[in-house]
């Protein structure tokens, strides 16, 4: 019996060792002027149904300009290598090897320019592999990432000079709404914990709602409660599929940024980085 104990315990340490990613994870800018952190993610690179003009613009403002900083919702690839209809499968214009290394040199690039504050694993990027290969084949060529990576969720606390902005991040929420895009954001808040910017991805349709609560704690100081952004980033992806199991028609490519201050608890909402971008320069 011991010996069974033991074997099984070792067999658990190892795999949490081999985990790459965490729960909850904090993040320091160290900066006396307002940065700009951009929420992006169902990219959906390597699918052919992708704007890819407008994503390399949307990449070069973040790699361009200075205290311009990117959170990554997940879904970066299509790496479809099955699916209900083979169509989705065929319609790759980069096989989903070829995908993973051109996320690879993407990721590398961001790090080395410090881009990327935290990952949030998506269902394509991650889920797909585990049901093939039992594992996220992500973290092989995530290696140099220096970001936290979060399982599908995660609590980042971000702290922007000496100011703290909770960060609620996820990619797939049980609970959605074809109504109100952003009602997943806002239970995840309510279920998970009560941070300023909830922000979510997967249904490929952008949303942005602001509301209060937790008004006594803000009140008395206890770190979190007041304004809160409920966010959901856009997609590079205007697909037949998107039309079948989405909602039609909908505005793409629309990835919220939120321009944070170090100096005084104070933060300011856009819907495109190029808007935030702007007001920071004037």
């Known amino acids: 019996m011991a010996r069974v104990y033991y074997l099984a315990k070792h067999g658990k340490d190892i795999s949490e060792r081999l985990d790459i990613t965490q729960k909850t994870a904090e993040v320091h800018i160290d900066t006396d002027k307002p940065i700009a952190v951009v929420y992006t993610g169902d990219w959906h690179l390597g699918d052919r149904a992708i704007d890819y003009e407008t994503w390399v613009n949307h990449l070069s403002l973040?790699?361009?300009?200075?205290?311009?900083?990117?959170?990554?919702?997940?879904?970066?690839?299509?790496?479809?290598?099955?699916?209900?209809?083979?169509?989705?499968?065929?319609?790759?214009?980069l096989s989903p090897t070829q995908q993973a290394v051109m996320l690879h040199s993407i990721v590398d690039e961001l790090t080395e320019s410090n881009?990327?504050?935290?990952?949030?694993?998506?269902?394509?990027?991650?889920?797909?592999?585990?049901?093939?290969?039992?594992?996220?084949?992500?973290?092989?060529?995530?290696?140099?990432?220096?970001?936290?990576?979060?399982?599908?969720?995660?609590?980042?606390?971000?702290?922007?000079g000496d100011q703290l902005y909770p960060n609620l991040l996820f990619h797939k929420s049980r609970f959605r709404s074809s109504a109100r895009p952003a009602h997943g954001a806002l239970k995840e808040w309510q279920m998970g914990y009560p941070a300023e910017v909830v922000v979510g991805g997967h249904d490929h349709i952008p949303a942005a709602e602001i509301m209060w609560g937790y008004g006594l704690a803000s009140d008395n100081n206890k770190g979190f409660g007041g304004e809160v952004y409920l966010l959901k980033v856009g997609s590079f992806q205007d697909s037949d599929l998107g039309w079948k199991y989405y909602q039609g028609s909908n505005p793409t490519c629309i990835m919220p940024t939120v321009v944070y201050y170090p100096y005084e608890h104070r933060k300011l909402l856009f819907m495109n980085a190029k808007d935030a971008i702007k007001f920071l320069r004037e």
Do not use: C, W
């Open 62 to 93: 973040i790699l361009d300009n200075k205290n311009v900083f990117m959170v990554d919702i997940g879904d970066e690839i299509q790496n479809m290598r099955s699916f209900k209809v083979l169509s989705a499968v065929l319609d790759q214009v």
């Open 115 to 160: 881009k990327i504050l935290a990952k949030v694993t998506g269902n394509h990027d991650a889920e797909m592999d585990e049901r093939l290969f039992g594992e996220a084949l992500e973290k092989y060529y995530m290696s140099k990432l220096k970001a936290p990576i979060f399982n599908n969720r995660g609590l980042l606390e971000l702290y922007v």
